[in-house]
């Protein structure tokens, strides 16, 4: 199939032969990291012993994952693009470690593992090794924003990191495997909320190569027009690139990547400059090429490339196995490592001959360490939106409804900054906060009726019916260095868990990686809660989300339960200021009772739980909820699983 | 519009009218549940004291509801259909209630809500009343598998409520709001796992009524051409039923159901009858009306119905507002209820005409309680797969690889029954249960090529990469009275973490119905366990989902540690044997050691936990993981919250 055959070819004669060399050295790295921890130039026939004990990876997504590389590089460089990648078979960590290997990025974050024969054998030896590296693309993985283990989460990641970066185009990488999970089935509707103003560009690459672990992907086997309707009716427009000849390959995606390139450059001007506000239909590119390509077609007469049995190691006996072995060798010598290194090991001109320079390079894209472009958030002072107390427990008030202030000052003072989103999922009123629509609408690109309020093209509020966009659309936010809060029914956070769980890994792990800057804290409001859900039953009443956080590391997780206005505003500005935590923040929408001044709460939460000796002495009332909150923590919890409701400033 | 207008009229003058008529009483019986304690009939004119001291409910979506509700009737008694309804917008907890008080079902149920006037007061006087009962669909109500709080679930139950029933109809009312979930967005693909000759058919119907709580819906925005693309993208054939004039889409949705039921026929048939393979395009409907249709147009000046402020109560103010007062009194008697229901209160003749007999009624359908459907699963003995234990701690073995043994002979023991099915996110052989394949092959409907292993047009094993929708099967399957087993890597079931919530309150709930039978356990088998993740590193590595269970009820969750492998034989016989639990069984699929023969692992499950003695006495090992599991445990958890790890029998 030729959908994407070029009328003349988009690559010369000598692009052609230095990206398929950039692509072989990549796939051969790749290969090597699986396989090798010695001998990784050949110079030597292959033995046992130059083969690692326990064979891990993933191979089959590579070869893809480094075609995708290999031409982000051209256009990069061509372009001079500001670029990130987000890379959903993420799981195939060798290939996203030899692209930064090969642009010199990863040698750069870890000199030990220069770039050069020496450093290609520690960067083969750490991989998935003890002591080295995950598997997958991690925390540890420069360049990324995204773990590949837990799929479904890469494209709702890509649209956060694109909101508020106009100048960023995000390519994102999506398995067919991937495609089949419900977050990322609901991530494709993400582009009805992509401004083409003030957003970047999100270029999802659909990457069919076929098969899971162990069976076929739906998309993969759909009639080409039935995946066509689909993808349209997603709001793309699809662009194809179908084969198995690299070179066939080459010149069909890097047209089509032209293609794509050139539309969202005039999608973009003609929303930036000629004021269209038409809803844009973005391009998409739908990369169709064997799993394990390149690899070996067949082991012990049954067929692997293209098929499943190439989805991690498909040479499993090599070092046990001398007819392995040779297959490997002649697998790797296949892309002929000879022309692609020199002899130090050191790639060679036509090699690096697509990779662009210093902070264009995706390993090294500043927005995928967003912490370096972190600004603190301007944060107003709190006695403008405090509730007067004249005596603790007469007077009641819904907390979230003040908090809503706060947030609508917050909104006001980033109105030129854009680095604050609120989001939730079709909550926001009913969580009390309406107040922040008089500084900022409901993103909204679709249909816009004389009936609707408060949507709006550039809004920086966000919501939809999908706890998980809400999650991924904030994870990539915060990841590329911005600021953001999540209101949602307590009930309902259980069903972003498992997304959470990652989140918190992977902060735990980034606070380990001293080139990884802070990012700004996730903050959840959790409200609606169950002690205000008697309307709505059983199926919205459940405090457990603070059990789910409260196992995970008190390095990363903090839980707030402010009993009332004064208390949830203070702990507010605290969690906003806050970097590196999951904070979980549960407060009252309803009417309830104030107990503490401005400055009572400031006190209180300075000085950490103490409520209940001031409950006791100053009124003898009691609040309706134990506070825990921010403050000067004498000494950290002694039994790290069971106390960290009590907090350190982060 | 009137894309879906008939040539001729589908209904008849009188059809029109008895139609019509049973969707007005619905219609006043959903606004009088929301509104009224007193005066039901509008024997008098209306006073504050008839209305609720608090107003709760959601009348947006109950108009449609209904309208669905009605055109069913119609068509199962036409056709003398065997149908279920999966109600997605569940929170319209009024319609439903009121289509099962209408056909009889709910008064059979609950015998003192007796269908005439006094049976109404109290039907509108306990919903969303202490003591009364929920605001959704919920296991309280008369034909439902699916509560209605917690979106995006709908589809995937109507699927599993279809498998293996090939005489049922299941129709799917999802909502444009839970359409943005996830779990909804994937569960669009579940036709490619709907076997045409053993499985019955779901019929989904798209109901856009334009809004949630507060914003427009993303569906119900898009041009009608994308929608389109999208639905065929999707796999179906869409019919649609678009309008505001109540006369014009009856006619249009009676005449859309004919349309798909026919077809749904003839493709049944081909499959069944012809021998035809190829992929069945099944139809679907899309309806799309105003929300809070028949409702208030405008309440103090603002635009109501067909509108966001329709979602839930749209005349908050009737106790305290005259005018409020006065408008629901001409909306609700704008419905004409002295033409529907007789001075005693009974519905009249005209009303009843479309409502079926018995157990057509859709609140009667006995797959609706399917534990009233359920046999024993045939359980082979236990023996025929253990292994020997010569010397405990001496030989190892892949516990989940014998259980897979033991799964394939139930497979082969339940094929004709068909009433078994074992799904899971692409990870059967890699969780070593590869053996069930000997028995049946994996479900797949979509295009097979020759490299394929397993695939089966008729296969009961489901895998698809989606934990959302593995369990979202299983959970619909189990509701109609079938067995399962969902095998799931340990660190990845946290994405339904929230799933299992909702289905362990729904247990929970249904225990203490007397008129629901129990159903078979949701049985999960956790492998890939964090004590063997070294490989694929901290994102697959999670513990966590039993501290997410057993926090729930110890009524309803048993969490088993099987430490060796003819101990998971005696638990996996225990739970596939047990009703109305949710257990989790923990157990590896990497070799480890035997420590208990067949008899002594029965003996110990029998007894409750005891390994620890046995360890010490008998050779001094220990086993690597604890062990709790069933037996007959002589009193109750003494702390529920904390030790439900022991089991009692099912």
Same mark, same amino acid.
């Given at each position: 199939m030729t959908e994407a055959a070029p009328q003349e070819a988009a690559l010369s004669e000598q692009e052609l032969r230095t990206l398929d060399a950039h692509w072989r050295a990549a796939n051969y790295l790749a290969a090597g990291q699986i396989y090798l921890m010695a001998n990784p130039l050949l110079t030597e026939p292959l033995r046992p012993e130059h083969i690692k004990p326990r064979l891990l990876g993933h191979w089959g997504t590579s070869p893809g994952l480094n075609l995708v590389y290999t031409h982000l590089n051209r256009v990069i460089k061509a372009r001079d693009l500001d670029a990130l990648c987000v +890379? &959903? %078979? =993420? $799981? &195939? =960590?060798p290939a996203v470690l030899a692209g930064s290997w090969l642009e010199g990025s990863y040698s750069e974050t870890y %000199? !030990?593992? @220069? *770039?050069d024969g020496a450093g290609m054998e520690l960067l083969f030896r750490q991989f998935s090794f003890p002591g080295g590296v995950p598997s997958h693309v991690a925390p540890e993985t420069p360049g990324s924003i995204h773990e590949g283990g837990e799929l479904g989460y890469s494209l709702a990641h890509a649209y956060g990191a694109a909101f !508020?970066? %106009?100048d960023l185009l995000v390519t994102c990488v999506i398995g067919d495997g991937e495609a089949e999970t419900g977050p990322l089935a609901a991530s494709w509707h993400s582009d009805k909320f992509l401004d083409p103003v003030h957003d970047g560009a999100v270029l999802p690459v659909l990457h069919l190569n076929g098969y899971k672990i162990a069976n076929p992907t739906v998309l993969s086997r759909l009639p080409e027009s039935e995946l066509d309707a689909l993808l349209r009716g997603y709001g793309h427009e699809p662009l194809y690139v179908t084969g198995e000849d690299p070179a066939q390959v080459h010149q069909a995606l890097a047209a089509a990547l032209d293609d794509a390139l050139d539309r969202i450059v005039q999608m973009q001007r003609s929303a930036r400059e000629d004021g269209v506000t038409e809803r844009v239909h973005w391009p998409m590119i739908v990369l169709r090429t064997p799993k394990g +390509?390149? =690899?070996?077609? /067949?082991v012990d007469g049954l067929p692997v490339e293209g098929t499943w049995r190439a989805h991690q190691v498909p040479l499993p006996g090599v070092r046990e196995n001398p007819a392995h072995l040779r297959q490997l060798e002649q697998w790797l010598r296949s892309y002929r490592p000879e022309e692609l290194f020199g002899p130090d090991g050191r790639p060679s001109a036509d090699v690096l001959a697509c990779v662009p320079e210093g902070d264009r390079r995706l390993g090294s894209n500043p927005h995928a360490n967003g912490g370096v472009l972190l600004r603190d958030l301007p944060l107003p002072p709190l006695d403008t939106f405090a509730v007067a107390v004249d005596k603790p427990g007469a007077a009641l008030h819904e907390p979230t409804r003040i908090l809503g202030d706060l947030l609508e000052q917050v909104m006001e003072d980033t109105r030129e900054r854009r680095d604050f989103r609120l989001v939730g999922p079709d909550e926001t009123a009913s969580n009390r906060l309406q107040a922040v629509f008089d500084a900022s609408g409901k993103a909204w690109q679709a249909e816009v009726l %004389?009936? !609707? /309020? $408060?949507? @709006?093209? $550039? &809004? *920086?509020v966000m919501e939809i019916l999908s706890e998980h966009l809400c999650q991924g659309w904030l994870e990539g936010y915060l990841l590329t260095g911005r600021h953001g809060l999540f209101s949602c029914y307590e009930a309902f956070v259980h069903i972003v868990d498992s997304m959470v769980n990652q989140h918190i890994k992977w902060l735990k792990t980034s606070r380990q990686l001293t080139w990884r800057a802070p990012i700004a804290s996730l903050n959840y409001l959790l409200t609606s809660h169950v002690w205000r859900q008697d309307h709505n039953g059983f199926s919205h009443q459940d405090p457990g989300f603070v059990d789910h956080v409260l196992n995970k590391s008190p390095e990363v997780v903090r839980v707030y339960l402010p009993p009332d206005a004064n208390t949830l505003l203070s702990v507010a500005d605290h969690v906003l200021r806050s970097r590196d935590y999951v904070n979980v923040v549960v407060a009252g929408k309803q009417p309830c009772f104030d107990w503490l001044t401005m400055d009572q709460a400031r006190a209180h939460c300075a000085r950490g739980a103490g409520i209940w000796e001031w409950a006791g002495t100053e009124n003898g009332a009691e609040p309706d909820v134990v506070l825990a909150c921010a403050g000067d923590v004498p000494s950290p919890p002694t039994s790290p699983s069971s106390s960290p409701t009590t907090a350190t400033p982060g």
């Open positions: +890379w &959903g %078979p =993420g $799981h &195939g =960590g %000199p !030990d593992i @220069s *770039r !508020d970066n %106009p +390509w390149t =690899g070996p077609a /067949e %004389p009936v !609707d /309020e $408060h949507l @709006s093209r $550039h &809004g *920086r």
